[in-house]
């Protein structure tokens, strides 16, 4: 698995809250200090980038640098080149929509699935 990352960002080791294994490359939030993966709409903290946060207490690394470029795995619908991003359900990048913070731009397009990079800058709710 390739790094989550761009090579001058800064990682966190944290303490994964639940096996979130699952969730390379999505959207993480901090919950009771322990790293979460997001839900719909909700403000990120970073991106899963690597560890093995198999088990809740296991480390999962974090890139937590807001202005740097993350690769994100995309959600259902996909997201075009310059769109907004927020997260999804289950911590994926998706086109913002009314409500949701506002977690960065996609610089490329990508289809379900896809790791795709994008300019990781949370900001309010659209």
């Known amino acids: 698995m ?3 990352y761009e ?3 800064q990682l966190e080791t944290l303490d994964a809250s639940a096996d979130i294994s699952a969730s390379y490359a999505c959207f993480i939030k901090l919950s009771s200090g322990q790293a979460a993966v997001c839900s719909t709409g909700q ?3 970073g991106v899963l980038a690597g560890g093995e946060p198999t088990a809740a207490g296991k480390a999962a690394a974090v890139m ?5 470029i993350a690769l ?6 996909g997201v075009s080149a310059g769109s907004k991003v927020a ?3 289950t911590g994926r990048a998706v086109v913002v929509t009314s409500g949701s913070y506002i977690l960065g731009e996609a610089l490329a ?3 379900v699935n896809e790791i ?3 300019l990781f800058f949370p900001q309010g709710k659209l």
């Open 2 to 4: 390739g790094a989550a």
């Open 7 to 9: 090579s001058s960002v």
């Open 43 to 45: 403000m990120a903290y």
């Open 64 to 68: 937590t640098s807001p202005g740097r």
């Open 72 to 77: 994100v795995k995309v959600g259902v619908g």
């Open 87 to 89: 997260s999804d359900s």
């Open 109 to 111: 397009a990508g289809a």
């Open 116 to 118: 795709i990079p994008v």
